[in-house]
Nanobody, 121 residues
Framework: QVQLVESGGGLVQAGGSARLSCAASGLTFSRGWFRQAPGKDREIVAA????????YYADSVKGRFTISRDNAKNTVYLQMNSLKPEDTAVYYCAADTIRSMGYRDSDFGSWGQGTQVTVSS
C-alpha cells in the first residue's frame, strides 16, 4: 500500500468552508474520505474512482462537499462548504491500490493519520 499525508482542517465557523488535502506516496486507484465523531463509528463521507468520473457522497454531505483528485500529484481533495457543527469530526483519508472504487472501510488498504475539523456554532 501507500503512505498518506493529510493537511487542512482546523477550526471553522458554521457556514464556512474548509479544504482537506491528502497526498499519497505512490499510485492509487480508489480514494475516499471518512470521518469519526466522538462516540460514533467511522463513516464514509465521499469517495472517488481513478479517473474522477465516479463519485459517491454520504447523504449528510451531498450538495455541500466535493471530492476531487489530481493524479499527477497523487493527491485527493475534499472541499467542504456550508459547514455545520455536526460535521465536527476527525477526517481520515483512505486509498487503495487495487480496487477501482470503494465505499466501506474494508475497501481501502491505506489510511492517513486523521485531521481534526471543528465547526463552531
Amino acid at each position: 500500500q501507500v503512505q498518506l499525508v493529510e493537511s487542512g482542517g482546523g477550526l471553522v465557523q458554521a457556514g464556512g468552508s474548509a479544504r482537506l488535502s491528502c497526498a499519497a506516496s505512490g499510485l492509487t486507484f480508489s480514494r475516499g474520505w471518512f470521518r469519526q465523531a466522538p462516540g460514533k463509528d467511522r463513516e464514509i463521507v465521499a469517495a472517488i474512482n481513478w479517473s474522477g468520473g465516479i463519485t459517491y457522497y454520504a447523504d449528510s454531505v451531498k450538495g455541500r462537499f466535493t471530492i476531487s483528485r489530481d493524479n499527477a500529484k497523487n493527491t485527493v481533495y475534499l472541499q467542504m462548504n456550508s459547514l455545520k457543527p455536526e460535521d465536527t469530526a476527525v477526517y481520515y483519508c483512505a486509498a487503495d491500490t487495487i480496487r477501482s472504487m470503494g465505499y466501506r472501510d474494508s475497501d481501502f488498504g491505506s489510511w492517513g493519520q486523521g485531521t481534526q475539523v471543528t465547526v463552531s456554532s
